[in-house]
């Protein structure tokens, strides 16, 4: 069962115009650029738009449904591969529609539309993990263009081109996770860092029934 939650709650998780290659400040490559945006410098609203695809990602993914939308289909031979070619310009459309929906211009945004009629929509996280559901579709685009782009490069130079770039998408998507603080933003997500959050919390009164522990980011309560 989904929860439906007031509208203006909602709203207020749908991502900004950095959210979208918010891929946290702890990242390998871009880390040193988002924690000098002040806005991304704060703790978001919602710990899942620190999920976003990181910058080099983001850009291909730009570049890719520009290629696939203009590659026309005379392009294409018959058969499987204009088959393929129009699979292709449907997912580039149906990613450009899923970014739309979460495009937020003063406080106006199609998102209220998908509140309003589909099931989910009213999830208070809904809106903000739509973007890692489209890792797929972006994976296939980014593919698509890169198969197109390396038939112009000498055969020779692929297979190198191709390591160099899988090598590149790798460490963009890479983060510095430790159970220590990084620069001031902390993991929580480990299972060895819970254990040992866990670990030092006193224990219970010999009369304590139930009790309940909470973080606050401090100190154990």
């Known amino acids: 069962m989904c929860i439906k939650y007031f509208l203006p709650e909602v709203l207020a998780q749908i991502p900004q115009w950095f959210d979208f290659f918010n891929s946290s400040p702890v990242s390998i490559f871009w880390g040193w650029l988002l924690r000098n945006i002040p806005d991304v410098f704060t703790k978001p609203f919602a710990d899942e738009l620190w999920s976003g695809f990181p910058l080099l990602t983001f850009s291909l993914l730009i570049f890719s449904v520009c ?17 393929k070619a129009v699979f292709m310009k449907l997912l580039a459309f149906a990613v450009i529609f899923s970014f739309a929906l979460l495009i937020r211009i003063d406080g106006m945004t199609l998102w209220y539309f998908v509140y309003k009629f589909f099931p989910g929509g009213g999830g208070n996280k809904g809106c903000c993990t739509l973007p890692a559901f489209l890792t797929l579709p972006a994976c296939i685009l980014i593919g698509y263009f890169m198969e197109n782009l390396l038939k112009g490069i000498r055969k020779s130079y692929r297979i190198p081109l ?14 510095f996770l430790h159970d220590v603080f990084i620069n001031g933003y902390n993991n929580e997500w480990r299972t060895s860092y819970m254990t040992r959050f866990l670990e030092m919390v006193p224990a219970p009164p010999q009369d304590c029934k139930c009790f309940f522990v909470s973080y606050d980011g401090q100190k154990n309560q």
């Open 67 to 83: 290629f696939t939308l203009k590659k026309r289909s005379t392009d294409s031979a018959s058969g499987p591969d204009g088959n």
């Open 162 to 175: 191709m390591l160099l770039i899988i090598v590149l998408i790798f460490f963009d998507n890479r983060t």
